[in-house]
Structure formats: C-alpha cells, structure tokens
C-alpha cells in the first residue's frame, strides 16, 4: 500500500508550496538564500512528502487564502488610479489650452 507521501506531486502541487514559501520569506521567516534554495528543491521534488519536508519547519497557515488580497481590492486600486490620471489629463489641459489659443494657434 502506497503512503500518502509516496504519492507524485503536480504542479499545482509545487504552486502551492512556492505559495507558503513566499509568505514565509515576506514574513520574514526564511531568507532570500533559503527560499532560492528550497524553491529549486520544490521544483525538482517528485513526491508530496518531498514537497512536505520543505516546509515542516514553517508555521502552518490555517488560512492562507485569507492572507492574499481579493481580486476586488486590485480592481479598486485600479479605478482609483484610472480616475486620478483623467482628472490630471483634464487639470492639464484646462491649463494648456489658454496657453495655446493665446499663442495664436486656432485651438
């Protein structure tokens, strides 16, 4: 009978742990050093018991979906910004505009 830690890892597999091993690196648990090296370990690991053995050290994460920001969150960012440059663009050229018709340009 096969244990669980015999059985081949995948890749969604080996995105997960890269996952918890970049959160424990911005966490400040794991060094630039240590995460290259256990990254290239997580790439070449076959088993789910070798993907396990890289992290058996770390603090496990009941939640770690929770720790990563919602896709909403980004797209608000993004209006925010969006909405920042055409106030800006109509700032500019609310200014320019006098500018140029008072060179004699036609505007």
Do not use: K
Request: charged share 20%; hydrophobic share 45%.
């Amino acid at each position: 009978m096969t244990q669980a830690t015999d059985v081949r890892a995948a890749d969604s597999d080996r995105e997960r742990v890269l996952a918890e091993l970049q959160r424990h690196t911005s966490a400040g648990r794991l060094s630039r050093d240590e995460f290259s090296e256990r990254a290239a370990a997580v790439y070449g690991a076959r088993t789910m018991g070798e993907l396990a053995a890289l992290t058996a050290d770390l603090p496990h994460d009941p939640n770690p979906a929770a720790a990563l920001p919602t896709p909403r969150a980004g797209r608000t960012l993004l209006v925010v910004v969006a909405m920042a440059l055409a106030l800006l663009g109509l700032a500019v050229v609310s200014h320019v505009g006098p500018i140029i018709s008072g060179l004699g340009c036609g505007w």
